[in-house]
């Protein structure tokens, strides 16, 4: 078994590098963040907080939005592109299963995330550190845990691309999916629990549901996670008294329980694609 | 013995029937060729064969294994119709890969390579290869191992004449050392007379099951028969053989298999009238076509 995924994860990684996905994701990435820790190193005495916090506060939201659609475009073409080329009832006729085959092509994708995730917040701590010399250090394990969250993030997402792609069985249609689920997940369901907040004006729902819809989306859950756990980049985002209302374990759970969910749901839909 | 063992089996897609009560059975190093239209349900059965599809009744038993088992799998290879691999893997490298999901040693990739004929372009990108190539490369993958049983849709489409002989020759090889190779095609004439027995596949049923020889008695279809007259004899030999038409100096008629002595003979009593002769028997793709219609 561990050959078998082993040999999917060497050919897949192959194929991502061969086709620049790496090297528009670590692009991307470095750039983006490149831009936002040039702007948070402007002077930001009056916060009372070092500038990496500051970096690491915008860098979140970068997160947010970035990692999610990343992960998607890596992951759409997965089962969908294996469907196109003739070769999904090849690889299924070999003594592989189904399940190896995920797990080999997630374990490539995700080294490309980490590739890009490092890189591009390794460049931002430079840019602090050039800049605040050592003082820059109080905001490193604030970066070091949106590190590691995004790369949690990034694994979600690229279980429900490699859903989306084994539910649709089209590259096109899977681009397609992958693009309107980016835009929900990420955009739409917090303007959508936005709009829910300010009609109900204080209700019921604001303090009872709504800290849970909050939590529940990966992509909110990581963005609470980050501010909440750290004074320093709360204060830089000002959002720390709505993030620290909600205890730290809540959004970290949902991003575990999220990891492997989308994982289960990936499986699932692949298991319901005959060749 | 068999190697694998179809019975009766059906496959419905909702109320459309895909497969209508098959049963087919292959021995070890027997060829067999199954033939029929587009929809006729050939990859239909090929993929239950290979565990792809559930069947919605009947038996496939491949040496005693259900399909789709890992002993099953272990023993049987497949070419899927129409295979692209990705294109910006070398062919070298997908080899290797197919040959790590056998568990088999990489090293095995340059021999199984060089035996399609693409030593040469081992290590170019297969997006840099023709179709012939690309097929090539899914033809190396099914040697992987010496396989027991061989699944192959419609392996010689793409090829050229050269390459379609070469593959057969591999055939020839692998059936030698006992593989039970079932192919599907669309054409008699693709399989030429390479196979030990054809099967033929229209609507979903199997309606013919025999050696080349066999299914052109079954089919029963007449000779034709063309005659060439001597300068200034056509009117004679017209006489003759009131049953031919004239067209363009060439009389032409057909007649039964069996009666073809009869017309010999006919023909060298008018020896002094006729230039020259020839009979031509139904082409493959003739017999084909009469079978698959008489039987719809």
Known sequence: MPLRVLSTFQIELAIALRNRWLSIAVAMMVLFSLVLAIAGAAPSGALGTDRLSVTVASLTSLSVYLVPLISLVISFDAIAGEVERGTLPLYLAYPVSRGELLVGKLAAQLVLIIVAVCLGYGTAAMVAFWFSGWGAMDGLPALLRLVWTSILLGAVFLSLGQMISALSRRPSAAAGLAIGLWLVAVVLYDLGLLAAVVADDGGDFTTHVFPWLLVANPADALRIYNLAASDAVGAASGLAGAAQSIALWKPLTSLLVWVVLAAGLARAAFERVEP | ?296
């Open chain 2, 1 to 296: 013995m068999t190697m694998l063992q179809i019975s009766n089996l059906t496959k419905r897609y909702g109320g459309q029937t895909a497969l209508d009560g098959v049963s087919l059975s292959i021995a070890p190093g027997e060829r067999v060729a199954m033939l029929g239209h587009n929809g006729a349900g050939k990859s239909t059965l090929m993929k239950m064969v290979l565990g792809l599809l559930p069947p919605t009744s009947g038996q496939i038993s491949i040496a005693g294994h259900s399909p789709g088992s890992r002993s099953a799998r272990d023993l049987t290879a497949y070419l899927p119709e129409n295979i692209a691999f990705h294109p910006a893997l070398t062919g070298s490298e997908q080899i290797c890969h197919f040959l790590r999901l056998r568990g088999r040693p990489a090293q095995e990739a340059d021999g199984l390579l060089a035996k399609v004929g693409l030593a040469d372009a081992a290590k170019r990108r297969i997006g840099t290869y023709s179709k012939g190539m690309r097929q090539r490369v899914g033809l190396a993958q099914a040697l992987i191992g010496s396989p027991a049983l061989m699944i192959l849709d419609e392996p010689t489409s793409g090829l050229d004449p050269v390459s379609r002989r070469e593959f057969y020759a591999l055939l020839d090889e692998l059936a030698a050392h006992g593989t039970a190779i079932l192919m599907s095609s669309h054409a008699l004439s693709e399989v030429e007379l390479r196979t030990d027995r054809i099967a033929i596949l229209s609507k979903g049923r199997k309606v013919a099951d025999g050696s080349l020889s066999a299914l052109r008695r079954d089919a029963a279809l007449p000779v034709t028969v063309q005659l060439r007259p001597r300068q200034g004899c056509s009117a004679q030999v017209a006489v003759a053989f009131p049953e031919a038409k004239q067209v363009g100096g060439i009389l032409t008629m057909t007649c039964l298999q069996t009666d073809k002595l009869d017309i010999l003979t006919r023909i060298t009593t008018l020896r002094d009238t006729i230039q020259d002769f020839d009979f031509f028997p139904p082409s493959l793709d003739d017999i084909y076509v009469q079978i698959s219609r008489s039987a719809a």
